[in-house]
């Protein structure tokens, strides 16, 4: 039987709108966390990214943990 990843119907979308939310509310509150990265253990950089939800005009500046280390495509996209 094949697997769905479909958000189950019980769960209303206002519920799931409000979980993401608190959540994106969550990680903008705690600002960025300097963190090691997993795999090579150089020091993750900080990139800001916008966070919009659909039919809001609430937008949330969150910082996303980046290792340039691991993705060196990254460093000249953020350079620009």
Known sequence: MKRSN???TSIPNTQLRQSIEEFLN???EAGP???SCSRCGSI????????FLLDS???LNIP???CL????K???TLVQ
């Open 6 to 8: 479909a958000v189950p």
């Open 26 to 28: 969550a990680k903008y």
């Open 33 to 35: 966390v300097q963190s």
């Open 44 to 51: 993750m950089a900080s990139v800001d990214t916008t966070f």
């Open 57 to 59: 005009e609430q937008a």
């Open 64 to 66: 996303v943990p980046l």
């Open 69 to 72: 280390t691991c993705e060196p």
């Open 74 to 76: 990254a460093r000249t």
